[in-house]
C-alpha cells in the first residue's frame, strides 16, 4: 500500500550516523511500506540535512504502535520542558495575583 502520506517540518538540531554528528535542517515523518523492520507499514521518521547529501540522514521505522508511544512520550517531555522554561527559569511566566482577603 503506498499511502502518499508524506509530513516535512524545519528541524534544528543535531543527528548521528555512525561516528559522525551533523546539523539538522528538516525532519520527514511517513507511512508506508517498511524498507528495513521486518514488518508490513511502517511510520517512517527521517532527519536529515538537505545540503550536506544523502550521507547526513538518520532514518527509523517504526511499528504504528511504537510510534503512538513516542507520541505521548514527546507531548509528556515537551509538557515537562515547557513548565521548567516558564516556571522554574522564568520564561514566559505567567504570574497570578491573589487578593487579599
Same mark, same amino acid.
Given at each position: 500500500?503506498?499511502?502518499?502520506?508524506?509530513?516535512?517540518?524545519? &528541524? *534544528?538540531?543535531? %543527528?548521528?550516523?555512525?561516528?559522525?554528528? @551533523?546539523?539538522?535542517?528538516?525532519? +520527514? +515523518?511517513? *507511512?508506508?511500506?517498511?524498507?528495513?523492520?521486518?514488518? !508490513?507499514?511502517?511510520?517512517?521518521?527521517? @532527519?536529515?540535512?538537505?545540503?550536506?547529501?544523502?550521507?547526513?540522514?538518520? !532514518?527509523?521505522?517504526?511499528?504504528?504502535?511504537?510510534?503512538?508511544?513516542?507520541? %505521548?512520550?514527546?507531548?509528556? %517531555?515537551? &509538557?515537562?520542558?515547557?513548565?521548567?522554561? &516558564?516556571? +522554574?527559569?522564568?520564561?514566559?511566566?505567567?504570574?497570578?495575583?491573589?487578593?487579599? !482577603?
Amino acid at each position: 500500500m503506498c499511502t502518499s502520506i508524506v509530513e516535512i517540518a524545519r &528541524a *534544528y538540531g543535531m %543527528a548521528k550516523r555512525g561516528d559522525d554528528w @551533523f546539523a539538522l535542517t528538516q525532519a +520527514v +515523518v511517513a *507511512y508506508d511500506h517498511a524498507r528495513h523492520a521486518p514488518l !508490513g507499514d511502517v511510520i517512517t521518521l527521517d @532527519f536529515l540535512n538537505t545540503s550536506l547529501g544523502p550521507s547526513a540522514r538518520a !532514518g527509523v521505522e517504526l511499528s504504528l504502535d511504537s510510534a503512538k508511544e513516542l507520541r %505521548a512520550a514527546l507531548e509528556r %517531555a515537551i &509538557a515537562a520542558a515547557e513548565h521548567e522554561e &516558564a516556571e +522554574v527559569r522564568g520564561k514566559g511566566a505567567v504570574l497570578s495575583l491573589v487578593r487579599a !482577603g
